[in-house]
C-alpha cells in the first residue's frame, strides 16, 4: 500500500529526506558523480558554441548576405530558428507557473531543468532577431530611451513588440528561476565539504535560515512571480504570432494565429523536455524521482497541445479554401500540397499530427523509447512548421517577381547547429553546478505523506533543512 500511495505522489521507493538530498545533491557536490560521458557531451556542447562564435564572428564581418535569405525572402532560417528557440521555453513557464498556481504536485520533479531550458532556450532565441538587423550594434534603437536626436521605435510594428515581450518574459523568467533556487541553494551549503563551494552557495543562498519567517516571505515571492509568468505564456507568443498575422502575406492573415501558435510552443516545449528527462533520469538513476507518472502526464499534455495543433492545420487549409483569393488558394495547392516544398509540409504534418496519436495508449506514454522518438519527430516537425509558415508563405505572394526559391547556406544550418551546441553546453553546465530536481518542494511532497502517516512505519517528519 505504501508503494502505491507515493507512486500517486510521484514519488517511488522508501524515500527519506536524506536519500532525496543524496540523490540530488551528490550531483552538485561530488564531481565522481558525473563520468566521462557527461565531459563529452560538454565537448559536444562547446564545439557547437565554437561553431556559433564562428559563424557570428563571419556574419558581423561579411554582413547577412552570407545566408539565404533573398527578396522576397528576406525572413528565412533566422526568423524560423527564433519561433522554433521561443517555443521550446514555453513548457518551463507552464509547469513552473500555471501547475504552481494549480496545485499540480506532478511537477515537482521536473520543474528545476525546465524552468532551466526556458532560460537558455530565449538566450539562443534572442541571437537571430538582433542578428538579422544587419547592424546588431545598432540595436539599442528599439529600446525607448530618451535622446536628443528624437528618434523614437516604431510602437506599431509587431518586430517592437517582440522585444519587450521577449526581454519581459526572459527576465522575469530569469528571477523565478533563481528565487526557486534559494532553498536548495541553502542546502548545498550546509552540506559543502568544499569551502569554496560552500562560500558560493551562501552567497547565492543570500542568507536563508529556513525560518518561518523566510518560508513565508518566501512563498508571497514565489506565488507572485508565477502569478506574473502565467500570463506570459499566452503573451509572448501570441505577439510573436502577431509579427505574421497582423500582416497581408498569403498564409499569414488569420485570426487563429495566437492560440495556434501558443500551443505549438507547449507542444514543441514538452517534447524537448521529455527529450532531456528521458537520459537524464536514466544516466544519473532518478527513476525514483522522475517516474512514469511524471513521463505519462507530459506524454498526455504533449498529445493534447498536438490535437489543438492539427486543428490549427485543418483551419489553415479551410480558411484558404473558404476565402476565395486565388493567392491564398495557389499557396495551398501548389506550395504546399505540391511544388519543390511540398516534402516539408508533407513531414510536418506526419510528425506532429500522425505520430503523436500513438500516446491514446497507455503503453506507449510511458515506454521510454516510444516517448523519445515521439519527442524528437514533434521537435522535428515543428521546426518544419515554422519553416513552412515563413519561407513558402513569403515564396508564393501576390507578385509574379514573387516566385523566387529559397535556398539556405551553410552559414544558415551552422548558426543553428551552433545554437543547438550551446544550449547543450549551458544544459549539461547546468547539471553539473546547480540542482537539477527542486530538492525541497519533493520533501514537501514526501512531509505531505508523511503527515498522513501513510508511509512506512517509523520514518517520521524532520526539519525540511
Known amino acids: 500500500m505504501a508503494d502505491k500511495r507515493i507512486n500517486d505522489l510521484f514519488i517511488t521507493g522508501d524515500q527519506t529526506y536524506a536519500t532525496i538530498d543524496q540523490s540530488v545533491g551528490r550531483l552538485v557536490l561530488d564531481p565522481k558523480a558525473h563520468t566521462t560521458n557527461w565531459f563529452k557531451w560538454l565537448v559536444v556542447g562547446v564545439m557547437g558554441t565554437g561553431l556559433m562564435m564562428f559563424s557570428i564572428a563571419w556574419l558581423l564581418f561579411q554582413g547577412t548576405g552570407i545566408w539565404g535569405n533573398n527578396v522576397p525572402a528576406a525572413w528565412g532560417f533566422d526568423i524560423v530558428n527564433f519561433v522554433w528557440w521561443i517555443g521550446i521555453g514555453h513548457a518551463g513557464t507552464l509547469i513552473s507557473a500555471i501547475l504552481l498556481l494549480l496545485r499540480q504536485q506532478w511537477r515537482n520533479s521536473i520543474n528545476r531543468f525546465s524552468e532551466a531550458m526556458t532560460i537558455f532556450a530565449v538566450m539562443c532565441a534572442g541571437l537571430f532577431p538582433l542578428l538579422h538587423t544587419g547592424r546588431p550594434w545598432n540595436d539599442f534603437w528599439l529600446f525607448p530611451y530618451p535622446n536628443i536626436l528624437g528618434m523614437w521605435p516604431q ?68 506565488y507572485l512571480l508565477a502569478g506574473l509568468s502565467a500570463p ?22 488569420v485570426t487563429v494565429f495566437p492560440p495556434y501558435f501558443v500551443a505549438g510552443a507547449v507542444f514543441a516545449g514538452f517534447a524537448m ?5 528521458i537520459p537524464l533520469r536514466k544516466y544519473y538513476k532518478l527513476e525514483h524521482l522522475i517516474t512514469n507518472r511524471h513521463l505519462d502526464w507530459m506524454a498526455k499534455i504533449t498529445l493534447a497541445t498536438g490535437l489543438i495543433v492539427c ?40 510528425c506532429n499530427g500522425i505520430i503523436p496519436q500513438i500516446f491514446w495508449w497507455n503503453k506507449a506514454r510511458t515506454n521510454v523509447w516510444s516517448l523519445m522518438i515521439v519527442s524528437i519527430a514533434v521537435s522535428i516537425g515543428m521546426w518544419l512548421e515554422r519553416f ?16 523566387k526559391p529559397y535556398y539556405p547556406s551553410f552559414w544558415d ?14 544544459m549539461i553546465l547546468f547539471i553539473r553546478f546547480l540542482p537539477m530536481i527542486n530538492i525541497f518542494e519533493v520533501k514537501d511532497l514526501l512531509y505531505k505523506f508523511q503527515g498522513k502517516k501513510e508511509y512506512v512505519e517509523g520514518q517520521l517528519p524532520v526539519e525540511m533543512n
Open 155 to 222: 510602437f506599431r510594428s509587431p518586430l517592437l513588440w517582440d522585444v519587450f515581450a521577449v526581454s519581459t518574459y526572459f527576465s522575469v523568467s530569469l528571477v523565478f528561476w533563481f528565487v526557486g533556487l534559494i532553498p536548495d541553494f541553502a542546502n548545498l551549503r550546509d552540506r559543502s565539504t568544499n569551502k569554496y563551494g560552500k562560500l558560493a552557495f551562501a552567497l547565492l543562498a543570500l542568507g536563508w535560515r529556513g525560518s518561518n519567517q523566510h518560508w513565508h516571505r518566501y512563498e508571497q515571492m514565489y
Open 232 to 253: 506570459l505564456v499566452l503573451s509572448v507568443h501570441s505577439i510573436v504570432s502577431f509579427d505574421f498575422a497582423i500582416s497581408i502575406v498569403p498564409g499569414w492573415n
Open 273 to 277: 523536455v521529455i527529450i532531456w528527462a
Open 311 to 350: 486543428y490549427g492545420y485543418f483551419l489553415e487549409v479551410f480558411f484558404q479554401w473558404y476565402s476565395g483569393n486565388p493567392y491564398e488558394f495557389r499557396l495551398l495547392t501548389n506550395t504546399r500540397f505540391s511544388g519543390m516544398y511540398a516534402k516539408f509540409y508533407w513531414a510536418l504534418i506526419v
Open 388 to 403: 513552412v509558415i515563413i519561407p513558402m508563405s513569403l515564396t508564393s505572394n501576390y507578385l509574379p517577381s514573387s516566385n
Open 413 to 426: 544550418f551552422g548558426m543553428f547547429a551552433g545554437t543547438l551546441g550551446f544550449f547543450t553546453m549551458l
